[in-house]
C-alpha cells in the first residue's frame, strides 16, 4: 500500500487529485495534510516521514503584491525540503510547476526556482523528483478570478453577468481529471524527470469558449435542454460550468403540464445529445441510489408520488434536500462528483423517470457507492 501525501489538497487540483485516490483505495493510502503544517517543523516532519509520494501542489498565484506571491512560494518549497532533510527522505516528490515559467513574472520565477531547489534535493538524497510544467487547468469548483477565466466566465454566466474578454489569445487547456491522471500515472512509475511537460489536451481561444459556454447558459441553464456536445472538450466543459450553479437556488425545476379531459401530458426532457431513458417505481419507505459519477449527466423526474431528492458534494457534510411532488411534476440534474439517492416518503408508489448521456456499459459505469 503506497502511503501518498498531497500538499494543498484543499486547492482545485489537490482537491480532484485527492477524491480520484480516494476511489483506489486498496492501492494508496492517503495521508492527512493540512496547511497549517507548514507552520510547524515538528508536524510537517511527521507529515514527511510517513509518506512513501508526496504530490506538492501548495502555491499561492494571485496577491496584492507581487513579491509576496514569489516569497509565500519559495518559503513553503524551502519548508518541505527542510522536513525532507531532516527526516532522511527518500520520498518520490511530484511538484506541480506551470507554463509561465517562461514568463517573468513572480508566480512563474517562484515555480522555477522551487523546482530547481527539488531537483537539488534529489541529486544530494538520492530521492527522486518529477516538475510537471502545466498548461492551463480547468474543471468543476474551480475557483472563479483565480484558478482559470473558464471559471470566472462559469460563475459570472450563471449570475447574471457577460463576461469581458481583455485578450482573445488562444490558450492551451487541460481537464482537471486529465491532469489528475497524468499525475497518478508519474505515482506508478517513481522515476526522475526534472522538467515533464505536460501535454494541453485542447486549444481553443478566448472568444471560442465563452462562445460555448454562452449557449450553455441559454439552452441548459434558461430553458433545461441538454445541450449538443459533440466531443470530450465540450462534455466536460459543460460538467464544469454546471458546476457553478446554485443548486439550492435552481433545482427542483418543475415540468409544463398540458392537461385536458384525457389526462396531462409533460415534457421531460429535450435533447441536443443522446443517452438512456429508464423508468422505476419505488415503494414507500426505500430509497435508491447512494451513488455518484465523475463524467455522467444525470436528470431524475418524478412524475407521480412523492419524493426526497438528497444530494452531497465528495468530501463535504452538507447534505442538499429537494422534495418533490407528483402532482407538480419536476426534476433535478445530478452535478458530478456529488453522491444523490431519492426516496419514497409518500405513501403511494413512487414513479420516476432517469435520464442519463451514456448508456449503461458495466466495464465502465462511472458509478462509485458513497452513502449520504
Known sequence: MLKIGITGKNGFI????????GLIKDQYELVPFEKHFFNDLNILENFVSQCDVIVFLSAVNRHPDEQAIFDINILLANRLIEALNKTKSKAHIIMSSSTQEDRDNAYGNSKKESRLKFIEWANKS???FVGMIIPNVFGPFGLPNYNSFIATFCYKLVHGEDPQINVDNEVPLIYVGDLVNSIIAQIKKRSNNEKLVVAATSNFKVSEILKKLVMFRRVY??????PSLDDKFDLQLFNTFRSYIKLTEYFPKKFIQHTDVRGSFVEIIRLGIGGQISFSTTT??????NHFHTRKIERFAVIKGKALIQLRKIGTTEVLNFYLDGNEPAYVDMPIWYTHNIKNIGEEVLYTNFWINECYNASDSDTFIEEM
Open 14 to 21: 489537490g482537491n480532484h487529485l485527492y477524491n480520484t485516490l
Open 126 to 128: 538520492g530521492g527522486s
Open 221 to 226: 441553464y434558461e430553458n433545461g435542454e441538454i
Open 284 to 289: 414507500p419507505g426505500i430509497t435508491r441510489g
